[in-house]
């Protein structure tokens, strides 16, 4: 396999690669339309070709879509692509019907096709949607944006920041993104690495800020595969909501931010950068003296001098603690990829051997099975409480994720962790989860690394 690395030359040409605007046919009477199309973008810097994306309405991320806590969001899908897609609403605890899993809770909308998605949103905070059918391809591509839900009473701050962090694996000569999407090295390993790394479509995002200023800094790891480690250069912050929830208390941040595929953070942030030097939140997971994620140049300084740290969101629904008194106890070994000693496992209905798995093109297994099963993994009454102890038997780590119900973590003196819909596990660190099964329907667990999930690491869950 090819993998050159793009250079940094043109890296400060300051160009625009969010999407360029596109003429939309006149429409029908009908829901707001979120459509699929083929994009082309200047992803890459000047100099270098541009990239044929696919995108939600001709923008990569897709549009920030924003609506108040309680309201019900209503799209129309309409697939102008080449290929079935459908889009997760991801973290969003919402009705089985409209959670976007081809083959599971809907067929894959065909090319020129619609679905109308319509929901409810019970909670406030940071969310995200994305493709789920062929996704470890369709996401790679562009297929994912912002879903910010607002409290009825939004924090004191001035000023609110999506950051969409992302990286593109392209071809230096052509900008193309790099093919095939899903080579066996890719799944047997960490998953699909860009060699250029973004937020919010641009590899040199930058914002300008106000010393002194507060902001909301809304961090969504929107990446296939990398585990963003992140740093706070010139400001002080504090996080106050993972994965949209929110935290009891806010918390300074101190030390590394960890952002796994498919997590978010909640930061409130103050600028204490001077007037005419650069915040930044920089990314410290392969060099530490720290790189730009983000640019924040400080131009001015707002009327505000330094206030109290900030209060605490106001509390979704549900968020109770899980009562573990007679939880239902469920096992979660994964095994399996490169180094991982498989032996075999169980796929479409067969036993078979590490070897014949891989020649499928199958490389990992969650609890002994494969891939999506016939049956479910658990079939759970509605009400009841679930423990699930998962054991990392791989060399790698995975970024796990429960749709349409939040979990929280079970620490080893009783404890509970904060509500989370993804969690970081790391080899030979079991993880205890606990939730509640209180949202019927058919569910997918399954690991965010978008091609361990397409290589064996999706299974689903029934809540009845
Ligand atoms: Cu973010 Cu199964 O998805
Ligand atoms: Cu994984």
New binding site residues.
């Given amino acids: 396999m090819r993998s050159r690395r793009l250079t940094r030359r043109g890296f400060c040409a300051g160009i625009a690669a969010s999407g360029i605007a596109v003429a939309r046919p006149a429409r029908a009477a009908g829901p707001e339309l979120l459509s699929t199309e083929v994009t082309e973008l200047q992803l890459a810097p000047e100099g270098y070709g541009p990239t044929q994306a696919w995108t939600y309405d001709g923008q990569l991320p897709g549009p920030v879509l924003r609506q108040p806590q309680g309201s019900r969001l209503v799209r129309r899908l309409e697939n102008r692509l080449p290929v079935p897609t459908s889009i997760?609403w991801?973290g969003i605890r919402i009705d089985n019907a409209m959670d976007g899993?081809a083959g599971l809770t809907q067929d894959p909308v065909p090319p020129g096709g619609q679905f109308d998605y319509a929901f409810d949103l019970p909670d406030a905070g940071t969310y995200?949607y994305?493709a789920?059918t062929n996704?470890s391809e369709q996401v790679t591509r562009g297929l994912a944006g912002a879903l910010i839900v607002d409290e009825a009473t939004p924090p004191d701050i001035d000023r609110d920041e999506v950051l969409l962090l992302s990286d593109w694996l392209l071809d230096p000569e052509t900008g193309a993104f790099q093919e095939p999407f899903d080579h066996p090295m890719l799944r047997s390993h960490g998953g699909r690495f860009g060699n250029l790394i973004g937020t919010n479509g641009r590899f040199n995002f930058s914002s300008e800020v106000r010393r002194h200023e507060r902001i909301r800094l809304r961090l969504i790891n929107g990446a296939t595969a990398r585990i963003f480690g992140l740093r706070l250069d010139g400001l002080t912050g504090w996080t106050v909501g993972l994965d949209g929830m929110p935290l009891l208390q806010p918390e300074q941040v101190t030390s590394e931010l960890v952002l796994a595929p498919?997590q978010r953070i909640d930061l409130i942030v103050d600028v204490t950068a001077g007037v005419g030097e650069t915040a930044a939140l920089l990314r410290i997971d392969d060099d530490e003296s720290g790189r730009p994620q983000a640019l924040f140049p400080v131009v001015g300084a707002s009327t505000a001098t330094r206030r109290p740290a900030p209060s605490a969101l106001p509390p979704n629904p549900g968020m109770e603690l899980p009562n573990l008194t007679g939880a239902r106890l469920l096992d979660m070994p994964m095994a399996g990829g490169a180094m991982g000693g498989l032996r075999s496992a169980r796929f479409e209905g067969a036993d078979l051997g590490f070897r014949d798995l891989v020649q499928r093109g199958q490389f990992w297994s969650l609890a002994g099975q494969v891939g999506m099963a016939e049956r479910p993994f658990a079939s759970l009454s509605r009400g009841e409480t679930v423990r699930m102890k998962i054991t990392n038997d791989t060399a790698f780590p995975h970024a796990m994720?429960l749709?349409g119900m939040h979990f929280r973590e079970v620490r080893q003196d009783g404890g509970f962790g904060p509500m989370r819909d993804?969690v970081l596990s790391l080899p030979d660190q079991p993880l205890d989860i606990a939730f509640t099964a209180d949202n019927p329907g058919k569910w997918?667990f399954?690991c965010?690394m978008l091609n361990h999930?397409a290589s064996g690491m999706t299974t689903w869950i029934e809540v009845a």
């Fill in positions: 997760h991801h899993v995200w994305h789920h996704s498919a994720h749709h993804t997918l399954h965010h999930a």
